[in-house]
């Protein structure tokens, strides 16, 4: 499993749920009742995340991604590894480099 998705807000990640639902990806909802509970973890892993199989990770971020934002501009290159990336990612999906050099 693959985690998509993460956020503060219960609400938001149950819209992401239903965006990767709409794209036909089944996801996993964990940490829905542990905001809050764990005082000794980090408070990013105490969100409600969202969880994909393997397979259907790019699928998912796409997804997600295309539902966040407008996609602008013109694709772009990833300096560190070479991967193009559509206009609406602001980081590589592939290594994790941002998108330093967007023009
Ligand atoms: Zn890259």
Known sequence: ???????????????????LLSAGIQSEL????LAGALGDLPMLETW????VEDADEQAALR????????????????????EVLEPQFT????????ASSIP
């Open 48 to 51: 409600p995340q969202l969880y």
């Open 63 to 82: 997804a997600l991604a295309r539902a966040a934002t407008v996609p602008s501009g013109a694709s772009w290159t990833c300096e560190l590894c070479g």
């Open 30 to 33: 964990r940490n829905q009742y």
């Open 1 to 19: 499993m693959k985690r998509v998705f993460r956020a503060g807000s219960l609400i938001q990640v149950a819209h992401a749920r239903n965006v």
């Open 91 to 98: 980081s590589c999906w592939r290594c994790g480099s941002t």
